[in-house]
């Protein structure tokens, strides 16, 4: 069964940082493609950044490029998003996300299993 986990949520001052990981198990090999959505009351389920399986290519909306990056560490099954210079419009629920295989376009990536989200909180 595949799992993922999400951590590092909170609640932080705009300007500040956070940093979520995602431990993900149950897959079977380590190639899956993973990422992070988020939603934030009211609006859709935004992209926010992938990084494939095949080569390592990493990939981010327009709203948080230039300040989040994602990271994956293989040895551990984790996947990292650092975010920095957070906004309030960054308030959302945060999503990790995953699946076997690679994407073509991540802007139509849709992956089949997800974790069960954590909260970040972006104070004016």
């Known amino acids: 069964e595949v799992q993922l986990q999400a951590s590092g949520g909170g609640l932080v001052q705009s300007g500040g940082s956070l940093r979520l990981s995602c431990a993900a198990s149950?897959?079977?090999?380590?190639?899956?493609?993973i990422g992070w959505f988020r939603q934030a009351p009211g609006k859709e389920r935004e992209r926010v950044s992938g990084i494939k399986n095949s080569d390592g290519s990493t990939y981010y909306g327009d709203s948080v490029k230039g300040r989040f990056t994602i990271s994956r560490d293989n040895a551990k099954n984790t996947v990292y998003l650092q975010m920095n210079s957070l906004k309030p419009e960054d308030t959302a629920v945060y999503f990790c996300?995953?699946?076997?295989?690679?994407?073509?376009?991540?802007?139509?990536?849709?992956?089949?299993?997800w974790g069960q989200g954590t909260q970040v909180t972006v104070s004016s």
């Open positions: 996300a995953a699946d076997p295989g690679t994407f073509l376009l991540f802007r139509l990536w849709a992956p089949r299993y």
């Open positions: 149950g897959f079977t090999r380590d190639d899956y493609s």
